[in-house]
């Protein structure tokens, strides 16, 4: 059975920093696409970044223009676990925070995700 636990989420300033974890079981997730999605209240569910394998020997991540430069996805296979670092917060990132893997089509698409993990909030005070 597929798991996924988020950690991480807290209160922080504005311009502050926090990492959030994911921790996949269940099986290896080694070429499984991940995502990290976030959802405000009264607003849908986005695509902050996702990781995916390349095909070749790197996997390949995207961001989502409002986080670029300053949150980085990174996975580590041994841990079957996905990061989100996020750096020079601002109060438009609170938001509950959700990892996702395994899509059956875009890598971008919430609705294409397979497996969630409960979220995860982070609040980001001004």
């Known amino acids: 059975q597929v798991q996924l636990v988020e950690s991480g989420g807290g209160l922080v300033q504005a311009g502050g920093s926090l990492r959030l974890s994911c921790a996949a079981s269940g099986r290896s997730f080694s070429r499984a696409a991940m995502g990290w999605f976030r959802q405000a209240p009264g607003k849908e569910r986005e695509l902050v970044a996702a990781?995916?394998?390349?095909?070749?020997?790197?996997?390949?991540?995207y961001y989502a223009d409002s986080v670029k430069g300053r949150f980085t996805i990174s996975r580590d296979n041994a841990k079957n676990t996905v990061y989100l670092q996020m750096n020079a917060l601002k109060p438009e990132d609170t938001a509950v925070y959700y990892c996702?893997?395994?899509?059956?089509?875009?890598?971008?698409?919430?609705?294409?995700?397979?497996?969630w993990g409960q979220g995860t909030q982070v609040t980001v005070s001004s």
């Open positions: 996702a893997s395994d899509t059956s089509g875009s890598y971008y698409s919430a609705v294409d995700y397979i497996y």
């Open positions: 990781i995916h394998w390349s095909g070749t020997s790197t996997y390949y991540a």
